[in-house]
């Protein structure tokens, strides 16, 4: 893991992020990581961005899976 030492922080934003660590019982590091994460998760479009890029690289899926599907569920073999 990495220590992140932010400098200057407003005393506004500082009080409302001690404000809800405490609504939720969380200490001010852990909340500020929880605001990090939220703050660098993907967006919606990202999300579709790559879902696209992955389906383009994988390229037309063609034939019908029920056989193989079937074929698995009727397998008794023991290590399923």
């Known amino acids: 893991m990495v220590d992140i030492l932010v400098r200057n922080v ?6 409302r992020l001690r ?3 405490a609504q939720n019982g969380k200490s001010l590091s852990d909340t500020a990581q929880d605001a990090l994460r939220m703050y660098v998760m993907p967006s919606k479009a990202e999300l579709i961005a790559e ?3 992955i389906r383009n690289s994988i390229g037309r899926v063609t034939g019908d899976s029920t056989a193989l599907i079937r074929e698995d569920r009727d397998n008794d073999e023991p290590y399923r």
């Not at 407003?10 to 009080?15: C, F, N, P, S």
């Open 10 to 15: 407003d005393d506004e934003v500082a009080k």
């Open 19 to 21: 404000e809800k660590a």
């Open 51 to 53: 879902a696209r890029r």
